[in-house]
T-cell receptor, first 116, second 111 residues
């Protein structure tokens, strides 16, 4: 079984400050990890993914995420937050051995509020 | 490039009425397709997925059904809507090795 946890329901950060949105996961094998962003009344947008290789993954809009196997974490980061980054962020995981239709499990989402 | 369409964008239906939501994908062949429901603007619930024409798997037994009559068309249906069917319905297709691309969604309100 695979699972993902986003322990923070909401994260508040001042504009210009660095931001971190936390994600931890559980899989039986090696994970594929993803981050998505959702703006109000819109579908989710893919931000970045970790498959293999460098633990630091860079994605869209200046976001990056760090894969930490020992801590089973994949935290989303950005050096300087913008007000326009305010949105709902989802972490997702897939076990590379999940086979079949390759089910992806999504976290419950973290609302990011960037304060001007 | 690939594009995913959903319609309608919003829908208000009375309890007991039928439902049909449509999703179409452009720019890719034989995509894996998914229907999700998002309640209260939060977690995603996987409803159905399809790996090909006529191949539908259900994740959660409920009042809804899905069909895939064409390679790039995925339809979500109900014969009789319940109040609990209200929500934001999202269609997605999966790229390799697993990231999904979502449509704009349909906001369904059952009254």
């Amino acid at each position: 079984a695979q699972s993902v946890a986003q322990p923070e329901d909401q994260v508040n950060v001042a504009e210009g400050n660095p931001l971190t949105v936390k994600c931890t996961y559980s899989v039986s094998g090696n994970p594929y990890l993803f981050w998505y962003v959702q703006y109000p009344n819109r579908g989710l947008q893919f931000l970045l993914k970790y498959i293999t290789g460098d633990n630091l993954v860079k994605g869209s809009y200046g976001f990056e995420a760090e894969f930490n196997k020992s801590q089973t974490s994949f935290h989303l980061k950005k050096p300087s937050a913008l007000v326009s980054d305010s949105a709902l962020y989802f972490c997702a995981v897939r076990d590379i051995y999940s086979g079949g239709y390759q089910k992806v499990t999504f976290g419950t989402g973290t609302k990011l509020q960037v304060i001007p | 490039s690939q594009t995913i369409h959903q319609w309608p964008a919003t829908l208000v239906q009375p309890v007991g009425s039928p439902l049909s939501l449509e999703c179409t994908v452009e720019g890719t062949s034989n995509p894996n397709l998914y229907w999700y429901r998002q309640a209260a603007g939060r977690g995603l619930q996987l409803l159905f997925y399809s790996v090909g024409i006529g191949q539908i798997s259900s994740e959660v037994p409920q009042n809804l059904s899905a069909s895939r009559p064409q390679d790039r068309q995925f339809i979500l249906s109900s014969k009789k809507l319940l109040l609990s069917d209200s929500g934001f319905y999202l269609c997605a297709w999966r790229s390799d090795p697993g990231e999904q691309y979502f449509g704009p969604g349909t906001r369904l309100t059952v009254t």
